[in-house]
């Protein structure tokens, strides 16, 4: 029963030949999983996410999804944390430029490496400097249990095992005046560094829509900050037939930090959002 029960998923039921992948798993320590858009993902199965990624064949479906609806091909997308690329890769397949930020070294031989597998890397720059509020360099903190999350470096400071200097940039030097449709955030509690280093850009209305996680309950100093600039704030849940977004001060269910959709053109986004099913488990092929 639990078995039917795991495999009761859109990213089974949506795409079956996952399955199959998955039930063919290996113990390798690394391996190369192919995502339904076409650009395959080197992933550690010791690392959460990875191990996520290689069982099911996508990361945070309903995420992707609304970013797949929400991202037009005449796009600007930055994907400041964007760890091994998934949701780089994502983006590539959706928009004409991809700029992803990923500060970690300890990363950079997967981000690097996927990025060249990929038939669309020529529109995705790696920027191996850190967003954050100012230029100059702050330190990368590697909590103890990192080998098991690649996902919880930050800049903000704690307890750690492992520490890096790293370059830090502004992404109002980083926009320099264009339009951005998508900026995924995902940067461990250093979101509100990152919005007032474009503070520039949000300003002048420049930023479309904003992803990001938020550990705690809305309202926080992220969301105040972007609702002060003209945005509102969706939550993003997954259903069988689709995505949903949920009104601000609800939680979405299903992850330990939700994630939200902030946009300077709900309806926009309503309409997009309104169409059942899930178009970004579609074949490499017919995704584009």
Request: glycine share 10%; hydrophobic share 40%; aromatic share 6%.
């Given at each position: ?14 795409r079956?030949?996952?399955?199959l ?10 391996i190369?999983?192919?995502?339904p ?5 080197l ?15 996508v990361?945070?479906l ?8 929400l ?7 930055l994907?400041?944390?964007a ?21 970690n ?45 690649y ?40 979101e ?27 309202p ?6 972007l ?7 969706n ?24 994630t939200?959709?902030?946009t ?25």
């Open positions: 029963m639990r078995a039917l029960e795991r495999l009761s998923k859109p990213q089974y039921i949506y079956p030949s996952q399955i992948r998955r039930m063919r798993l290996g113990d390798e320590a690394e190369v999983v192919p995502t858009w076409g650009c395959p993902l992933v550690a199965q010791e690392d959460t996410i990875g191990a996520g990624i290689a069982r099911m064949g990361h945070e309903a995420v992707s999804e609304t970013m797949w609806r991202a037009d091909p005449e796009d600007l997308a994907d400041v944390g760890n091994v690329g998934y949701f780089a890769g994502l983006l590539a397949r959706r928009v004409s430029e991809v700029i992803a930020f990923e500060p070294p300890q990363l950079y031989r997967f981000i690097a490496g996927n990025i060249e597998r990929w038939d669309v890397a020529d529109r995705v720059t790696l920027d191996t400097r850190a967003a954050s509020d100012s230029d100059g360099t702050a330190v990368l903190h590697l909590p103890a249990d990192f080998e098991s999350n996902g919880i470096a930050t800049l903000e400071p704690g307890a750690d095992t492992i520490s890096h200097e790293v370059p830090t940039v502004r992404l109002d030097e980083v926009i320099a005046g264009r339009r951005v449709g998508i900026l995924k955030l995902d940067v461990e509690g250093h509100l560094s990152v919005l007032q280093g474009a503070g520039g850009s949000l300003r002048d209305g420049l930023i479309r829509d904003v992803f990001f996680e938020d550990h705690r309950p809305l926080t100093a992220v969301s105040s900050l609702e002060a600039n003209g945005f509102a704030i939550g993003i849940e997954e259903r069988l037939s689709g995505p949903v977004l949920t009104p601000e001060g609800h939680v979405p269910e299903g992850w330990d930090a939700p939200y959709l902030a300077r053109d709900p309806e926009r986004a309503a309409r997009l959002m309104g169409r059942r099913g899930w178009m970004c488990l579609r074949s490499a092929r017919r995704a584009g």
